[in-house]
């Protein structure tokens, strides 16, 4: 079974309160217990009945499952992971490592990148970067578009 902490954000999501909801979690992140949560939800604005519905039900958790499975599958292991057209950028990392990534993939003019290896790998051409730094390919996700 997923955490319950993507069920609240879906929650939110799905009342279109989504970003409201992640900043409020951001901002107060020492109180993350339940009677936290509400408390921000209804300064969020949420319908709290629908909220506490939606955020205790299983309605979620195949589309997690599935994200997380992805994830796991893909090298990413933690936070923050990013996938830049089906590049990972694992960790925390300067703004610099994601311009190659990036300047690389569009200096590819839309030809497909490499797909990975069992070692995570920068693309074609990128400098080296410092060991914290890992890049692979990966397919997108079906479920693209999801923020947790």
Request: charge should be positive; avoid cysteine; aromatic fraction near 8%.
């Amino acid at each position: 079974m997923p955490p319950p902490r993507p069920r609240r954000s879906l929650a939110a999501k799905d009342q279109g309160k989504f970003w409201e909801m992640h900043d409020l979690l951001f901002e107060n992140q020492k109180d993350l217990s339940d009677d936290g949560i509400r408390k921000l939800a209804k300064q969020a604005g949420l319908n709290m009945a629908r909220f506490e519905k939606d955020w205790k039900s299983t309605k979620y958790d195949t589309l997690l499952v599935e994200d997380i499975n992805f994830a796991k599958g893909h090298g990413a292991s933690g936070t923050p992971a990013f996938f830049i057209n089906g590049v990972l950028v694992s960790g925390a990392q300067p703004v610099d490592n994601f311009k190659v990534v990036i300047d690389k993939l569009l200096a590819m003019k839309g030809q497909p990148v490499p797909k990975a290896e069992s070692k995570p790998q920068a693309p074609p051409s990128a400098p080296v970067a410092p060991a914290k730094n890992r890049t692979r390919r990966v397919q997108p996700p079906k479920n693209q578009g999801h923020i947790f």
